[in-house]
């Protein structure tokens, strides 16, 4: 399949403010969730620091919530990617404790190469992918993706493309907010807890 925008990413009506569900046809094609990361899995803080030595130091916060939301994606077969325009340690650190193997980062936030390329390898069309956004660097791909999705707190223009909404802020539980509501449109959100409860349950 190729890689093809659709017609139009307008706001669904009804399309959620937080509360309100995904649009089931729209949460039925995904095969492939990008999340931005600062902003989206972190609240865009950047801790700096240094050590004697002078090796710099850099620590971003992540909700641990979110990353068993990512986890549930990949159960209910999903493909996940995190995709930055900051090159980071810590981003690479997180990507391979959740075991996201699509962890994508460039400094000159060229992100619409990167996805253009998964696609590719991926054979699939711009309808399958959602995205969660929430700042001018990841709107080249957030205008082609059949799922735009924005936190509470994104730019308005962000804002104002997706087609759903978290009520909660980037990096305070609004990944975890947007994975329970997709698993709830696509029907599967019973399975994914299942699979969780047979992680932690068996032995």
Not at 37 to 60: C, F, I, Q
Not at 144 to 173: K, Q
Request: charged share 30%.
């Amino acid at each position: 399949m190729t890689a093809q925008s659709p017609e139009s990413n307008r706001p669904v009506e009804g399309d959620a403010e937080g509360g309100g569900g995904i649009p089931v046809d729209l949460a039925r094609r995904v095969r492939l969730v990008i999340f931005d990361v600062d902003g989206v899995l972190t609240d865009a803080g950047v801790y700096m620091g240094a050590t004697r030595s002078g090796e710099v130091l850099e620590l971003k916060r992540f909700d641990v919530r979110d990353g068993l939301g990512m986890k549930m994606l990949r159960w209910a077969g999903l493909e996940v990617a995190m995709v930055s325009g900051r090159v980071s340690a810590a981003t690479e650190a997180r990507a391979a404790e959740l075991g996201v193997v699509e962890c994508h980062q460039d400094g000159g936030a060229k992100k619409l190469a990167i996805v253009r390329d998964m696609l590719a390898r991926m054979e699939l069309g711009w309808e399958e992918v959602a995205m969660v956004a929430d700042d001018l660097p990841d709107l080249a791909v957030f205008r082609h993706v059949g799922l735009p999705v924005a936190v509470a707190n994104a730019v308005p223009r962000i804002a104002e493309m997706a087609v759903w909404r978290t009520s909660c802020s980037g990096g305070r539980g609004a990944v975890r907010e947007f994975c329970d509501a997709l698993l709830e449109a696509r029907g599967q959100m019973d399975e994914a807890v299942d699979r969780y409860l047979d992680r932690v349950t068996t032995p």
